[in-house]
């Protein structure tokens, strides 16, 4: 009985909507994260070189994004 | 643009400050905003809020605010679907804040938080100004009111939209209240 619920349960999540949005969910959390972490890098005194060399981007990457306007 | 802001509308403003740094958030909200909104109990838009019946419903309002802000800012349905991935959203959340303090998790990426002892406008918020700015031309009204405001949280998809929404306030029951329509007859 379990076992069926479990089956009915995964073929859900052959949905693809429903993988789409956590993924999309996904990158909204992440994105969020990023910034909490890029700004308190900055507060810390970090430069955007060491920052995009952590996150495996290239600083102007980071900068374009973070800095200035 | 503050110029044309009416004096119930910079009492709006005034006031989503007061609410951002009773928080301790970092920057001033859309959500601030709306709180300031229904405490202000002036005003045609705390007028509409009022005959919509959220003036008695603050702090279910408050609560919603503050469950959303558990969770990153990110819809009910997007929570869901995270922990359908086995994500915790609200862990994550309690986590960032343990260490960067109160609503570092629902600021827009550009946002630069506090900076030389007052706090600035997220990018939601500065949103919300445009958007008010824009209604009240579209509308030919000459100053910008605490209404537009309302009108502006209503009509920008986000958390302080979907929370008025589920307290039944939406762009066209704003706008019902405020201009009328259906059997408001003049005289």
Not at chain 1, 2 to 31: I, K, N, W, Y
Not at chain 2, 120 to 127: C, H, I, V, Y
Not at chain 2, 132 to 139: K, P, W
């Amino acid at each position: 009985m379990s076992e069926a619920t479990d089956l009915a349960q995964r073929a859900g999540d052959r949905d693809p909507r429903v993988g789409l949005r956590a993924v999309a969910a996904l990158r909204r959390l992440m994105e969020q994260l990023e910034a909490v972490q890029v700004r308190s890098a900055r507060n810390q005194g970090w430069s955007w070189q060491e920052i995009a060399a952590e996150l495996g981007v290239s600083r102007q990457a980071v900068h374009k994004k973070y800095g200035r306007r | 643009m503050f110029e044309r802001f009416t004096q119930d509308a910079r009492a709006v403003v005034k006031g989503a400050v007061e609410h951002c740094e009773r928080s301790g958030s970092r920057t001033v909200d859309a959500e601030h905003m709306l709180l300031a909104l229904i405490d202000r109990g002036a005003g045609r838009g705390s007028f509409a809020l009022a005959e919509l019946g959220l003036a008695e419903r603050g702090e279910s309002v408050a609560r919603a605010l503050e469950e959303a802000r558990r969770r990153a800012g990110l819809s009910q349905t997007e929570a869901e679907a995270l922990a359908g991935l086995g994500i915790d959203v609200s862990e994550i959340v309690a986590r960032a804040e343990e260490v960067h303090g109160v609503g570092a998790m629902s600021g827009g990426r550009k946002d630069k938080g506090r900076r030389g002892g007052h706090r600035s406008f997220s990018r939601g918020a500065r949103d919300v100004l445009e958007r008010s700015l824009r209604i009240a031309v579209a509308r030919r009204d000459r100053r910008i009111g605490d209404e537009h405001i309302l009108l502006a949280l209503t009509a920008r998809p986000g958390v302080a939209a979907e929370v008025l929404a589920d307290h039944g306030v939406t762009h066209e029951s704003v706008t019902r209240v405020l201009h009328g329509g259906g059997g408001t007859k003049a005289g």
